[in-house]
């Protein structure tokens, strides 16, 4: 089969299309014919030798989701059968034309996704729902503050708190992002570029001084302390990413007097149990709300298998809205 092979850490040059050997289900697994693959910044992590893959994940073909259909089922499979179209969070290895994975870890796609659209679901929406509802507990006519809304995730988490009967407010770093996510459900947004002083402003005046019930936190490093002081009492700050650095110095004195919860959380390194109750807190919560086209994946560019140099350089300008999908 043809996978991209990570052949050591750098650049996007380091990426080639190999034929490798095609995978084997074991018991409990599917073989899954993948036809797209979104692209997220794990995969570039892994590129640069940051991120190495899971135990068990092929530790040099990226890939974190995607959308296929049953190729071959292992011992024991109940769920799916031949022809099945799935989609679903990997531990990598998602950009190749076979992977072997869980049955527990898939779902079924909706009829009204093509593979590119199905491909940009998995990791936004189930990475933005655990975050809201099974770590946060966003309750109907609360308020969220959502960080970098441009973002795969950013832009998952914007439509359901407006699905769920929340009021979304959200950050990034240019205007056009922030008007293209009023079209998906956010009430208003702030553009902030090194300076996050004004953040808080912004909330005060959104909120009327009361501060936002949850704030999903995608970039971390300064924009965590900036949060915590944006949030409400009894407020819940999930931190989800760490695009702006590992390290901040946080107001304790804010934390004990709000009473606030501040959480971090990661997909890719949970136990399979994890992973499958996510995925079934998905198809519970959101498979309906995708159906009925309450909300929808936003992909901003396809790029062919061969093209994932082009995909991963485009990644890394940070200049998208929405996810990079590979057609395999």
């Not at 650049?11 to 050997?21: N, T």
């Not at 795969?152 to 407006?162: K, M, N, P």
Request: proline content about 6%; aromatic content about 4%; some cysteine.
């Amino acid at each position: 089969m043809r996978a991209a092979i990570i052949t050591k850490a750098g650049g996007p040059e380091v990426l080639e299309v190999q034929d490798v050997p095609r995978p084997t289900p074991r018991a409990g697994e599917v073989l899954v014919r993948v036809r797209a693959s979104a692209l997220n910044r794990a995969d570039l992590m892994q590129r640069q030798g940051r991120y190495p893959a899971p135990p068990g994940a092929p530790a040099n073909i990226p890939g974190l989701e995607i959308a296929g259909e049953i190729a071959e089922v292992g011992a024991g499979v109940r769920r799916w059968r031949a022809g099945d179209r799935v989609f679903g969070i990997v531990g990598g290895g998602g950009n190749a034309e076979l992977i072997a994975t869980r049955e527990t870890e898939l779902a079924p796609i909706p009829r009204n996704l093509g593979w590119e659209e199905a491909a940009a679901v998995p990791e936004a929406f189930i990475t933005a729902h655990d975050a809201l509802v099974t770590l946060a507990g966003l309750k109907r006519g609360e308020t969220a503050l959502v960080h970098a809304v441009g973002s795969g995730v950013g832009i998952a988490a914007t439509q359901l708190v407006h699905a769920l009967g929340g009021t979304c407010y959200g950050t990034a770093r240019t205007a056009d992002k922030i008007e293209r996510a009023k079209s998906l459900g956010l009430t208003a947004g702030a553009v902030l570029g090194g300076d996050l002083e004004p953040l808080r402003g912004h909330v005060h005046h959104w909120t009327d001084g009361k501060g936002v019930d949850v704030v999903i936190d995608l970039v971390g490093g300064p924009y965590l302390p900036a949060s915590v002081e944006c949030t409400a009492p009894l407020g819940r700050v999930i931190l989800v990413g760490l695009l702006a650095g590992r390290t901040a110095s946080v107001n304790l004195g804010t934390v004990l007097t709000r009473r606030i919860t501040i959480r971090g959380t990661v997909m890719r390194a949970r136990s399979p149990r994890e992973k499958e109750m996510a995925t079934q807190a998905f198809v519970r919560d959101v498979l309906p709300l995708l159906e009925q086209g309450t909300v929808r994946p936003v992909v901003d560019r396809v790029f062919a298998l061969e093209q994932i140099r082009d995909a991963h350089a485009l990644m890394e300008t940070n200049a998208t809205f929405g996810k990079i999908v590979l057609r395999i």
